[in-house]
């Protein structure tokens, strides 16, 4: 019970204040809103395309060819038998499979498909991608590529039609309202859960409540323990709000994997800015590790930077950071249906340490003056 009153007194000082209640509400909306604006116009850069050829017939790889040659610097090249794993690591941007018998189909003019498969590591160059060439594709109408005389003719009859570009039945996926979902959802909880629970113990400190429950005999540890509890309220709330609007325009999520995801999300934060709160000496000193964790955060995420064009050392970094491991998660579950449970270790052992060095903080600091 204790316990109890100790979250309700946490949680109701920070619902009380009409202004926390406004940015805990806004936060969210705003992020939204220039996600799905502002970033509708992500351009493409740093694009590694595979191409997987099952067309048996000589003259495929003739057109594969001259299409390859248009490009400079390895952005599009052959993908050998592992590209499924290179895939999921980042290597490539984008698989593109040439199906069997696409020659022949092609200059028999009939309508054919390739099939293109986007990486789930930086998905947004993915998306850029699949726009790009799904554009280029409907302009080749006519061209010269797609006609069986391409050699003696400039220009071919209409009657041979461009290959369409295809993504099975999930093509809304790559859209940019789903592709910004997983950093406004988490991101959003991150900045406003940072932004209280690093200056929590300081301004308890400060305003001499930290002597007042020492005097009263709270347990240390469930005094921390409240804390983290309490923030991890706000940020489920926040991350609830966010997806609820992303639901409202449409987005496909996988409702039970992203629960999960903010429950991880919201406890990682709620504990590491406690335990900044116990490290800073004073609010200034909270603040600027707030503002500075978030920061960095949404650097390492892979959303504002892609993880490919990061040097390698920052990679691990990146690859490391518990937003950029529940984007992974929550996009690969999009794209794929698919997530396995040791994907989201890295998260789960991270926020277990954090919380245990938040605990050990609780009994080196909170102690009688």
């Known amino acids: 019970m204790q316990f109890l009153r100790m979250v309700l007194t946490d949680l109701k000082r920070i619902f009380k204040s009409r202004i926390s209640v406004l940015i805990i509400v806004l936060v969210p909306l705003l992020v939204v809103l220039l996600t799905t604006v502002l970033f509708s116009s992500y351009s493409l850069f740093n694009a590694r395309i595979g191409v997987v050829n099952q067309d048996t017939d000589p003259l495929s790889r003739f057109t594969v060819g001259i299409i390859m040659s248009l490009f400079r610097g390895g952005t599009i090249s052959y993908a050998g038998p592992d590209y499924q794993e290179r895939l999921l690591q980042g290597e490539y941007s984008a698989i593109v499979v040439i199906p069997k018998d696409f020659t022949k189909d092609l200059y028999a003019a009939k309508q054919t498909s390739i099939r293109f498969i986007p990486s789930p590591v930086d998905l947004q160059i993915s998306s850029a991608m699949y726009q790009l060439f799904k554009s280029m594709f409907e302009d080749l109408q006519g061209s010269p590529f797609f006609d069986p005389q391409v050699i003696r003719y400039l220009f071919a009859s209409p009657g ?6 295809i993504m099975s039945e999930r093509e809304e996926l790559l859209s940019f309202k789903s592709l910004l979902t997983p950093i406004a959802v988490f991101l959003c909880a991150a900045f406003v859960i940072l932004a209280l629970s690093c200056t929590s113990i300081v301004m308890d400190r400060e305003s001499g409540l930290t002597d007042l429950y020492l005097s009263m005999k709270i347990n240390r540890v469930s005094y921390t323990v409240s804390k983290i509890a309490a923030f991890t309220t706000v940020g489920i709330v926040e991350s609830l709000i966010a997806s609820l609007l992303f639901l409202l325009l449409k987005v496909e999520l ?4 992203l629960l999960v995801l903010i429950l991880l999300n919201s406890f990682f934060h709620a504990a590491l800015g406690v335990f900044l709160s116990y490290m800073a000496v004073n609010t200034h000193v909270a603040n600027l590790f707030s503002l500075s964790l978030v920061v960095i955060s949404f650097f390492l995420s892979g959303m504002i ?11 691990l970094f990146s690859r490391l950071s518990p937003l950029f491991v529940m984007n992974y998660a929550l996009r690969k579950a999009q794209l794929y249906s698919t997530v396995k449970i040791g994907e989201l270790s890295i998260v789960i052992i991270m926020s277990v340490l954090t919380f245990t060095m938040t605990i050990a903080s609780t009994m080196l600091c909170f102690r009688r003056r």
């Open 254 to 257: 996988p409702i039970g994997l």
């Open 305 to 315: 930077v892609p993880i490919a064009s990061m040097p390698r050392v920052i990679q």
């Open 160 to 165: 041979y039609p461009a290959p369409k570009l």
